[in-house]
């Protein structure tokens, strides 16, 4: 069974812009972000997203995750149609209370979460020796990222939507986050431009170009012939075939 599939989604946005800031007269143009895409995450699934930078990576994301309304087409999750609570989602800028503690983030998943599990997230905290005391704005960029996904386990959601959860984080915190993310039960759908980190750990790769699908599938049904050829072969050769536009 397929955790997430998506049909004909789309999102346009309308973009506003004056040729100077001052300038009275402004014109609106629309843009496809994400146009006509269609994927298949099995359940279970390690699924990485990737694509040059404007490539509508975080816009799809945002639609699976119930953040953005699609323009066209629809999204299921196991078979039924898109439930916020189904899915738990990790943006980029993990979106935390600086000022609270550790465990007032707990209690603020508690309060907003009808299937909470209190024990997950504190095991997962416990197994990286985060204190329920500690303070948000005093984590390192690593220890926020495994708080995010504390959140995500206690949410009990079968699938765990990941936007560039390695942004900014050293090689040991990436390889910390990576660990986890290989053990969560849920099926996991993240993006990252770190090839080499990804590798190891996802078994399933969707590459966006110019908003558009360029890729889908498992690695060993997309390597096929080729075992040999990494992941970062793969994603390179098809990034250099992309067209020009796309890129
Ligand atoms: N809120 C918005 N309003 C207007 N245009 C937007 C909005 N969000 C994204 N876009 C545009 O949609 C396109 C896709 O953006 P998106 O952020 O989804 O790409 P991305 O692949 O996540 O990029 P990156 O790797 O740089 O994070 C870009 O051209 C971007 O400028």
Not at 88 to 115: C, E, H, I
């Amino acid at each position: 069974m397929n955790a997430l599939e998506t049909v004909g989604l789309g999102k346009r946005y309308r973009q506003r812009w004056a040729r100077e800031r001052w300038a009275r007269e402004r014109w609106a143009r629309e843009k496809w972000a994400l146009r006509d895409a269609g994927v298949a995450v099995p359940a279970g699934a390690r699924a990485a997203l990737v694509g040059p930078n404007g490539a509508g990576k975080s816009t799809l994301l945002n639609l699976v995750s119930g953040l953005l309304r699609p323009t066209s087409g629809r999204v299921e999750v196991f078979g039924r149609p898109l439930e916020r609570a189904a899915v738990a989602f990790v943006a980029q800028d993990k979106p935390l209370y600086r000022r609270w503690s550790v465990d007032d983030m707990l209690r603020f998943g508690a309060a907003t979460n009808a299937r909470w599990d209190r024990a997950a997230a504190r095991s997962l905290l416990d197994g990286h020796d985060i204190g329920p005391r500690e303070r948000v704005d005093r984590l390192s960029g690593g220890q926020r990222t495994l708080l995010a996904l504390a959140l995500a386990v206690g949410k009990r959601a079968d699938l765990v939507v990941l936007d560039e959860p390695l942004a900014e984080l050293d090689p040991l915190a990436r390889v910390q986050v990576m660990g986890v993310v290989r053990e969560l039960e849920a099926t996991v759908l993240l993006s990252s431009h770190i090839l080499a980190d990804l590798a190891g750990v996802c078994d399933h790769l969707i590459l966006l170009g110019g908003g558009r699908v360029r890729l889908c599938g498992g690695f060993a049904e997309l390597l096929g012939d080729r075992p040999a050829t990494g992941l970062e072969d793969l994603v390179l050769h098809h990034l250099r075939n992309l067209p020009e536009e796309a890129r």
